[in-house]
């Protein structure tokens, strides 16, 4: 031991024993010094271990009771936490260890087992019990920390040693949960009120949530909080939320619902954070989507979808995705609702004649919105988005060939010059919707054949909005659907460019001629197999244009030997000059039109009959063309009587009084809407064109199989066709074929065919 010279050196604790400050004998030794010589500190060893006083450990083990009993009973202890400290290092260095920490549990145990009398009254509410175990358990907690902290030598010593043997604190926790929550009536008790304060919580109602975090914790702390506490808090939350689904679904629309579904989602976690322990989050939170979504997502979708998407709430699908995407199933169920609403809208819109002159536009417009809950709500989900294009194509294709129409004759009013609806950016944009709404059609054929009859007329009466969205358009086709299917379109932008060239050269041949004309006459010339068919009209022009004729016929010819012209009058046009009261005016008026005014040249009043056998238009024509010069809004004839509607009986004369703000004033032709019989014959030549493409696809895939059974012959054929076609329109044009001898049946197997060379 180090030797000390000061002889009033003593130990920073008080004594414990009357005689020494440790029990330890001090010898001193002074080493001989001479005078000026300097200290020095000698280290000897004990020549024998120095022996503990007699009843030393009891003595030091009363105090040490004293002093935990004052902790427990929360009263002032009598000495120094740094001396009892040591008292323990003391006895622990001299192998009292064992005996210690047993005597330290007896104790702890006694006191433990006196506080479960508290929780025995009856009298007691269930949130003051609540507080009083809750009270209980700090003070123990509290009371166990302090003996920790004395008795801290042992823990880190004799009991870290000793694998088998709990720390001061987890002794104190298992002694609290054998005595205290283990004890059957306490524990219910204590769950029953944390049960009930919970579902005070859940109805609305405010309650001391630190109580609960505190005694949540303590059944986590003691390793109870699975057993007695979670099992049945999710029954009774199950219990709760399966009844109040079924109430809720039954008196709340289904926004309303969701929302609900939301906040008691939210109220949840936010317990799960404040009290609740973290492990019962994922079971916790899947009973509240089992309960209030997954037992009623077809009742919800059934009840509320087509409302949300008609009204296009676009937070409360956002929302309905968003809860459904945490239930299991629940995005399949939602995917199929969707699919089948735009099925059924869809078809409402396609399939009903009476929205027919809407369609289009209506079918652009839920297109929008349909994409718009996709982008938006669905957070564009890729199955959503290939659910959507499904449906477009299931239901755009119910009705036969009427769509494709309808789409060609839309296009054909924004292309229209008179559309000043939108700039050339925004044309751009409404020509791309379609082309999407066009991808979904099945009988292009038919599109093309009614969008060519409107190009024609665009392009031969100049009323094309601009040339660069006509090609962008045909571009736009092209792109789509090949190079074959815009050939023909394509060809009528070319022969009109020719034409402009033509028209150059034939002013130049005029004004060589001995006898200039003094009409200005242009001509288009059209392929024939470029351009819609058009039934050809003899009508009596006057002389004049009748030389001119004669005159383009000539000059034309002599450029290109062989080849046939067919004039088309029901496509011309002219200026006129006119001399009112009121001064000169320019009439731009249809060939038709041009033909009953230059009578009134000839006489000053004319009768239906008369007008008809002069210029021999067709009954019908002539009828809208009188009506549109006498009955329109530039009213150039008067009609007798008077009226909207021409009869055969009504005679017209020159309008000498007319005026007009405008020199040159064009008047329409009274527009005949398209006839059943014009659409019919539009239709009947795609169907007949269809024939010609099934017969062709035919022979070309006998040419090269020579040998084939009917069943692969058709799937052949729906390989290589290009718009819908039935089986037994199949059957037939192969039945023609075996007539023509383009094919025959096996003599032994009537179901196969061979190609007859």
């Not at 006895?91 to 479960?116: F, G, M, N, W």
């Not at 808090?233 to 579904?261: C, I, K, S, W």
């Not at 869809?346 to 009476?354: L, Q, R, S």
């Not at 009134?600 to 009959?609: A, K, P, T, Y």
Request: aromatic share 8%.
């Amino acid at each position: 031991m180090a030797e000390d010279t000061r002889p009033d050196k003593r130990t920073g604790f008080s004594p414990l024993t009357e005689h020494n400050t440790n029990g330890i004998a001090r010898t001193s030794a002074l080493a001989p010094s001479k005078t000026g010589a300097s200290k020095k500190l000698v280290i000897k060893n004990f020549k024998d271990r120095p022996r503990l006083a007699e009843n030393y450990t009891e003595d030091t083990w009363l105090k040490l009771r004293d002093a935990v009993g004052a902790i427990q009973n929360s009263t002032s202890i009598k000495y120094n936490l740094e001396e009892l400290y040591q008292a323990v290092e003391n006895l622990c260095s001299y192998k009292v260890s064992p005996t210690l920490y047993k005597q330290l549990r007896q104790v702890c145990e006694d006191h433990v087992q006196a506080q479960i009398h508290q929780f025995r009254e009856e009298s007691l509410d269930n949130l003051s019990f609540l507080k009083r175990m809750n009270r209980c358990w700090q003070d123990h907690c509290r009371q166990t920390i302090m003996i920790r902290s004395i008795f801290l030598f042992l823990d880190r010593t004799y009991v870290l040693q000793n694998s088998l043997l709990p720390s001061i604190w987890d002794t104190g926790l298992e002694l609290f949960r054998i005595h205290i929550v283990s004890d059957g009536a306490v524990q219910k008790r204590t769950v029953d009120g944390i049960l009930e304060q919970i579902e005070l919580e859940r109805n609305g109602e405010t309650i001391d949530r630190s109580l609960l975090r505190s005694l949540l914790g303590m059944l986590s702390d003691l390793q109870v909080y699975k057993d007695s506490f979670e099992e049945r808090f999710l029954v009774e939350t199950n219990r709760l939320y399966a009844a109040e689904g079924q109430r809720l679904m039954q008196e709340r629309d289904v926004p309303e619902y969701l929302h609900h579904v939301a906040r008691r989602l939210e109220e949840e976690n936010d317990r799960i954070v404040n009290y609740l322990d973290l492990s019962t989050q994922r079971t916790l939170i899947n009973c509240v989507e089992k309960q209030l979504l997954g037992e009623h997502m077809t009742a919800v979708l059934q009840k509320g979808l087509s409302t949300l998407l008609d009204e296009n709430r676009v937070t409360e699908l956002t929302l309905l995705y968003h809860l459904f995407s945490k239930v299991k199933g629940g995005l399949s169920t939602l995917l199929q609702f969707w699919r089948d609403y735009i099925k059924s809208f869809g078809g409402e819109i396609v399939c009903t004649p009476e929205k027919d002159k809407d369609m289009v536009q209506d079918l652009l417009d839920f297109k929008d919105k349909m994409d718009n809950v996709a982008q938006s709500c669905f957070t564009r989900n890729e199955g959503f988005i290939n659910a959507m294009k499904e449906a477009f194509e299931t239901f755009i294709n119910k009705r036969p060939n009427k769509p494709a129409e309808l789409i060609a004759k839309y296009v054909d009013s924004k292309l229209r010059a008179g559309n000043k609806e939108a700039t050339e950016e925004e044309l751009e944009r409404i020509l791309d919707k379609i082309m999407i709404i066009f991808r979904f059609i099945h009988g292009k054929d038919v599109f093309e054949a009614f969008y060519k009859k409107d190009l024609a007329k665009r392009l031969l009466v100049g009323k094309s909005a601009s040339v660069d969205a006509e090609k962008s358009m045909l571009s736009k086709l092209k792109h789509e659907c090949g190079a074959a299917f815009t050939s023909k379109l394509e060809g009528m932008f070319k022969d009109m460019e020719l034409s402009k060239d033509i028209m150059i050269q034939f002013k130049q041949y005029m004004q060589n001629q001995s006898e200039p004309s003094n009409i200005e006459l242009t001509v288009n010339i059209l392929t024939m197999g470029y351009w819609p068919s058009y039934t050809p009209m003899e009508v009596h022009l006057p002389p004049e244009m009748v030389k001119l004729q004669e005159v383009f016929k000539l000059f034309y010819l002599g450029k290109h030997s062989g080849r046939k012209l067919q004039w088309q009058p029901t496509l011309g046009h002219a200026v006129l000059k006119a001399e009112f009261k009121e001064g000169k005016k320019e009439l731009q008026v249809s060939l038709f039109q041009t033909l009953v005014l230059l009578m009134f040249n000839e006489g000053e009043d004319f009768s239906v009959e008369e007008i008809r056998a002069a210029t021999g238009i067709e009954e019908g024509e002539l009828k809208r063309t009188l009506q549109s010069l006498a009955c329109g809004k530039a009213r150039v004839l008067n009609k007798n009587p008077r009226g909207k509607d021409v009869e055969d009986g009504d005679r017209f004369n020159f309008n000498n009084d007319f005026k007009h703000k405008l020199f040159r004033i064009k008047i329409n032709q009274i527009q005949m809407k398209e006839t059943v019989e014009e659409q019919v014959s539009t239709t009947e030549r795609v169907f007949q064109d269809r024939q010609y493409q099934i017969d062709a696809a035919v022979v070309r895939i006998m040419k090269m199989r020579k040998t084939l059974s009917h069943n692969l012959l058709v799937s052949e054929l729906y390989n290589q066709l290009k718009f819908p076609v039935k089986p037994g329109d199949l059957k037939k044009r192969i039945e023609s074929l075996i007539d023509r001898d383009y094919m025959e049946r096996d003599k032994e197997t009537p179901n196969q065919y061979h190609y007859v060379a």
